[in-house]
């Protein structure tokens, strides 16, 4: 059976400029590994190829200097390993994520649980053109989403029960942004200036700032490459059902109108901010 470089490139083996050789590129949602799969892919590594690796930047590993004729076992062995050959061109790539609850003190959300479910539904999708996602979970956007074809990011929304404040200026302190600040010895959040970072929530030594909400900002249109962009803000506080829906619309959005090597936010521009929104929220 013959198969030809894109063929191979979209199951994740990209051909090397030495042809006698492929980089197989392994489907790491979220960039969570084991260190038994670690060990394991290290072993391929050594057994097919030259004992290499490489981190991508999107949190994935890559396995360079693998023969045409070892392919087949290689992917085999990953397969056990629970870490397949990912994707490359034209389609949904590896999902990245930040640690997310529990490990990371500011998260607001479980970023890998939701990277998994992600990844699960529209990994490998094909699409016009390449397409990322990114999931971090507080405004500090370590994985970027404002840079990502579609980014989510966890965020909180504060209140003040006024009766519980002691006006210790805990929150005061805290609060990076200046949107909290004592009036007659009580808290007062400025929604204009909030982010929703949660911080605040968690620095409260007496629970008088809770969370009025915790949802998913999501962001729409970013990318880096030759022409790098800021993504659109598509919605605050969305739910995890809306996250599926809205990821789903703007496939079938970039599958409909999308032309090659046209990323999602520039078709965005090309049909129009309004129009576009309409139908990826419907």
């Not at 260190?35 to 391929?44: L, N, P, Y």
């Not at 959040?189 to 969370?211: H, K, L, S, T, W």
């Not at 970039?254 to 139908?279: Q, T, W």
Request: aromatic content about 6%; glycine content about 12%; overall charge neutral.
């Amino acid at each position: 059976m013959r198969f030809s470089v894109e063929e191979l490139k979209k199951s994740g083996y990209i051909l090397q400029r030495d042809a006698e050789y492929f980089t197989v590129r392994l489907r790491i949602p979220g960039g969570h590994l084991t260190s038994r799969q670690m060990a394991s892919i290290g072993e391929v590594a050594e057994r097919y190829g030259r004992g290499e690796l490489h981190l991508t930047a999107r949190q994935g590993i890559e396995i360079p200097w693998v023969r045409f004729e070892d392919l087949g076992e290689v992917t085999r062995t990953l397969e056990e390993i629970g870490t397949p050959p990912g994707s490359c061109g034209p389609r949904v790539r590896n999902i990245s994520a930040c640690p997310g609850l529990p490990v990371c003190s500011h998260a607001n959300i479980d970023t890998q649980g939701l990277a998994r479910k992600l990844d699960e539904r529209f990994f490998d999708v094909d699409l016009p053109t390449k397409l990322k996602l990114a999931i971090t979970g507080c405004p500090n956007s370590c994985a970027k989403p404002q840079v990502n074809d579609i980014g989510i990011m966890g965020v909180v929304k504060p209140r003040i029960i006024p009766e519980a404040c002691d006006g210790c200026g805990k929150c005061v302190e805290t609060c990076k942004e200046g949107a909290i600040k004592l009036v007659g010895g009580i808290a007062q959040i400025d929604y204009n200036r909030c982010i929703y970072c949660g911080e605040c929530v968690r620095a409260c030594p007496v629970g008088a700032d809770q969370a009025e909400r915790v949802g998913y900002t999501i962001f729409v249109g970013g990318n880096v490459g030759r022409h790098p962009r800021l993504a659109y803000k598509l919605v605050d506080f969305a739910t995890e059902e809306m996250i599926f829906r809205i990821v789903e619309n703007c496939l079938i959005f970039f599958e409909e109108e999308g032309v090659r090597g046209e990323r999602l936010g520039h078709l965005i521009e090309r049909i129009g901010l309004g129009e576009a929104f309409r139908r990826i929220l419907s």
